[in-house]
């Protein structure tokens, strides 16, 4: 007997909520085993609302001690209460205050949603649907109401005590050796940002003057022992602070701003209302224990996480379908921070190439939806990819189709209009619609269709009338579920490229509307005449990656070096590389799967060098234009019968020949960026590392008699964990002398740093090889490094292996996908969330080959088969094997 799948919740089936609760004031009692909770909700019935409709309030694992209605108690006829409900019979027709008692057990929360215990801290996580395991209510984004939260707890034990707003009170409660503090927050929110913490937490605070000059009280708190690893993430806060100020218009509206970092956390961050709660992974670093990388998340994220004060929070959404609302734009929010920060292209690229190697395998594979779904089973398995990040290329789409300013206003329009609302997706379009005076009813397709709509492309040149055709296509291949796909707007912005490689100005004229350099494609075929072209231009098309498309074009090899050497948008020129890289990738791989000599082509292998020579690109972006195409990403450009071990004999093969190639280049490339004098985190420093160790990456397999030794060196003088971290990885995946001396140096070097150890835990896995296995298999098993209960740590040993080692993870003899469905049904007894999201990481099994998609789908009937999962689990099982 297999478990139930949960019902489906369906868009159009919304309906306003039936009361509003205006008013809450809890008052919690912590013990570690038995905290109580008192709610005085003050309850309205909704003008349309018949008399005499029951309230139900929604509840998860609760238990009722006392009901009362105006300070009497309740009669037990008026009510039932069960772990999942309340049912209030016939309430008043006029306001009324109801005061509900439940006792929760924090200790035994194992799936980190509503309140828990991190290493001793009380915390909570609300979003989207822990609240109801705090207390009853009618726990949905569009009930919104003014929080006054009582927190009281032992003073030994909790010290620090924080809840979401302003501080209104503090005090000790006699003789019970308990305190209490009483925090009130002014603006209206749905549960989903309660947030509470009470723990023994060091506390480290600053401030910040808004532009109006409103002086704000900031403060990270933290474990003891970390206090000194919270100052990049303070400054990334104040960054943010004034960014939005600055380009946005968005000030701060508390008196204090508290971030909170707990080691046991399902997710990254939460935007709680005034107390961001957050994974310690983004805020804890010092160059010891932090990469390069590390740094870019935790400003990254912080700022996302303070954004959503505006997006999210102010304004929020209607319902859990209009998640993308708040998601997507405060994901452009933050790219946008980061670009500013740093470099734009480079923050471009990072983006495209996330958005290819997870939100396009998603939109091509079972678990497809819109960036605005239709229905769902469990709402948490929708914070994907294609909500965030899809969600956010939508918003920089239409940040191309109505313009700059266009944009500026329609936004500055949502926060007047939709401040303190939860509204849907139509609000925010209808804001642009009436400040840019544009119809988006096409472009809003974007928000309905899943799939990523393919675009082909032909181009032609007639030299008599001196024109240059390009004729465009789009459409969406086949989503399970969704009906033939209706064109969308497309903005592609382009260039046409002179022999000189400048662009060239060219008149078009007939049926593709071109704003400036932005083509808005809008019908199924369309074809654009350039015209005034005696000799034919390279056409470089979806510069900027102005739409989340693929592009289907021959191009020449020779046009693709031409606009890898001079196209004049960074992206493009990027782009070009990567498809020069691609193309020969396809080709190797076919040649290993035919048993056919594979040779690589000298004119791919060549254009490293001239990349290594350009003096014209800064280091970050020379780095990123010196990476192959991950196997993943070969793997999906192959799209079906997918051989994981062929692939990566390719990528391997043609690493090895640029770098035998270029070894000279290469070991210039390092001495150039070679890094003097103390660690600085700062973006140029970031790059010249990123390139001295992708220069590295190469010249560890280019044959050259010192190449090992110099990874080894390099390993033991590292100044930094970004470098040491690169070298490990490459002593260990590479299989050079010393790696296993290199991971016990590291070992004892970290071994009291969780989070440096997840990366030694992530090392490990995603070595290629088979001996890699066992050893996941053994690490699990010691209790001394892996921890179950840690998200952090299954992330780091098993998320890695099943995403980030694709010839393992699909091992022909079955064991890479036994070892993940073993753990995804151990983990999903204590906490759905991880172990669904360790499933998806079956999402592309049918695209293997046959032998390995019969093996992963054996694994995956296992699961289905098991009588108790999750519905977490359960949701993302039977879409996958649907
Ligand atoms: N809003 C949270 C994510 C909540 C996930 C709930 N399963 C973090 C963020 O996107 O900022
Ligand atoms: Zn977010």
């Not at 290993?592 to 001239?610: C, H, M, N, P, Y």
């Amino acid at each position: 007997m297999r478990s139930e799948t949960a019902p489906a919740i369906r868009l159009e089936d919304y309906q306003p909520p039936a009361y509003r609760i205006d008013k809450v004031h809890l008052t919690v009692q912590l013990d570690p085993l038995e905290t109580i909770v008192k709610a005085v909700l003050s309850i309205v019935m909704q003008p349309d609302t018949a008399v005499g409709t029951p309230l139900v309030l929604d509840g998860d694992e609760l238990t009722l001690i006392s009901a009362r209605l105006d300070g009497e108690d309740l009669s037990v006829s008026r009510y039932e209460a069960a772990p999942d409900r309340f049912e209030f019979f016939e309430p008043p027709s006029g306001p009324f205050e109801l005061s509900l008692t439940t006792r929760i057990n924090p200790q035994s929360n194992t799936k980190l949603m509503g309140l828990y215990r991190s290493s001793g801290t009380f915390c909570t996580q609300c979003e989207a649907e822990g609240f109801r395991r705090i207390t009853y209510f009618l726990d949905r984004p569009d009930v919104l109401a003014v929080y006054t939260t009582r927190i009281e707890a032992s003073k030994a034990d909790c010290p620090v005590l924080l809840a979401n707003g302003n501080l209104a009170e503090t005090g000790d409660i006699e003789k019970t050796g308990r305190h209490f503090a009483v925090w009130h927050d002014p603006h209206p929110k749905p549960a989903y940002l309660f947030a509470l913490v009470a723990g023994h937490l060091a506390q480290v605070p600053d401030s910040f003057t808004t532009a109006s000059g409103k002086a704000v009280q900031l403060n990270i708190y933290v474990e003891h022992g970390n206090e000194h690893l919270c100052d990049w993430a303070m400054d990334s806060l104040k960054r943010s602070m004034r960014w939005d100020e600055e380009v946005f218009g968005r000030e701060y509206d508390l008196d204090v701003f508290n971030i909170v970092a707990v080691s046991d956390f399902n997710m990254g961050a939460m935007e709680n209302k005034g107390l961001n709660i957050f994974n310690d992974k983004y805020v804890l670093a010092d160059p010891e224990t932090a990469t390069d990388q590390d740094y870019a998340n935790i400003e990254a994220v912080i700022a996302h996480e303070y954004f959503h004060n505006w997006t999210g929070n102010r304004i929020t959404c209607r319902d859990w379908f209009q998640l993308c609302l708040k998601e997507g734009l405060t994901v452009f929010r933050d790219q946008e921070f980061t670009s500013d920060m740093r470099s734009r292209p480079v923050k471009r690229i990072t983006d495209v190439r996330l958005l290819k190697s997870h939100q396009f395998p998603e939109d091509a594979g079972p678990l497809a939806h819109p960036v605005r779904p239709r229905l769902y089973h469990e709402i948490n398995n929708f914070y994907t990819a294609t909500v965030y990040e899809k969600g956010a290329e939508v918003v920089r789409m239409l940040k191309t189709v109505v313009g700059e300013t266009g944009f500026r206003e329609g936004l500055d329009l949502y926060f007047d209009r939709h401040d303190g609302d939860a509204t849907t997706i139509e609000a925010f379009l209808a804001c642009f619609e009436d400040a840019a005076k544009v119809d988006l009813n096409q472009f809003s397709l974007w928000y309905e269709q899943a799939g990523t709509p393919l675009v082909s492309v032909k181009t032609r040149h007639d030299p008599k009338s001196q024109t240059f055709s390009v004729s465009l296509s789009q459409e969406v291949p086949p989503v399970p579920g969704q009906k033939s796909s209706k064109p969308a707007l497309i903005p592609l912005r382009f260039g046409l490229i002179g022999a000189d490689g400048e662009d060239i100005e060219a008149i078009s004229d007939n049926g593709v509307e071109i704003v400036g350099d932005v083509m808005l494609l809008d019908k199924a075929r369309q074809e654009v005449v350039f015209s005034g072209l005696a000799s034919p231009p390279t056409l470089s098309l979806l510069r900027g990656f102005s739409a989340p498309v693929r592009l289907s074009q021959q191009q020449r090899e020779e046009d693709l070096r031409f606009l890898a050497a001079h196209d004049n948008d960074p992206f493009n020129r990027w782009q070009a590389v990567q498809t020069l890289c691609m193309q020969e990738l396809l080709r190797l791989t076919g040649c290993i799967r035919k048993q056919e000599t594979a040779e690589t082509s000298d004119a791919v292998v060549e254009v490293f060098g001239s990349v290594l020579r350009d003096q014209n690109i800064d280091a970050a972006l020379k780095s990123l234009a010196l990476t192959l195409p991950s196997e993943a990403d070969i793997a999906q450009e192959i799209g079906k019968n997918v051989d994981p071990d062929a692939i990566h004999s390719a990528r391997l093969l043609l690493r090895k020949a640029i770098a035998f190639h270029h070894r000279t280049e290469l070991l210039k490339a390092m001495k150039d960026v070679a890094s003097t004098g103390a660690y600085s985190p700062d973006a140029t420093s970031a790059g010249n590392r990123s390139l001295a160790n992708r220069a590295l990456h190469y010249y560890a397999v280019s044959g050259a008699d010192d190449a090992a030794q110099l990874v080894w060196e390099q390993f033991t003088a590292a100044n930094n964990m970004t470098d040491r971290l690169a070298c490990l990885t490459l002593l260990v995946h590479d299989h050079l002398a010393h790696g296993d001396e290199a991971l016990k140096a590291y070992q004892a070097r970290h071994e009291k740093s969780s989070l440096a150890m997840d990366k030694w835990l992530m090392v490990q896995a995603t070595a290629p090889g088979p001996e890699t296995l066992e050893k996941v298999r053994r690490l699990k098993s010691d209790a001394q490094l892996y921890d179950v209960t840690n998200p952090n740590r299954v992330r780091a040993l098993l998320q890695s292996f099943a995403t980030g080692n694709p010839t393992q993870f699909a091992r022909t003899d079955g064991a890479g996908f036994e070892l993940i469905a073993e753990s995804v049904l151990e983990i999903d007894k204590r906490n759905p969330q991880v172990a669904s999201r360790l499933l998806t990481s079956f999402r592309s099994w049918r695209a293997l080959d046959s032998h390995r998609s019969t093996l992963a789908e054996s694994a995956l009937l296992k699961i289905s088969s098991c009588e108790e999962l999750s519905r977490d689990s359960r949701d993302i099982i039977d879409r996958t094997l649907q």
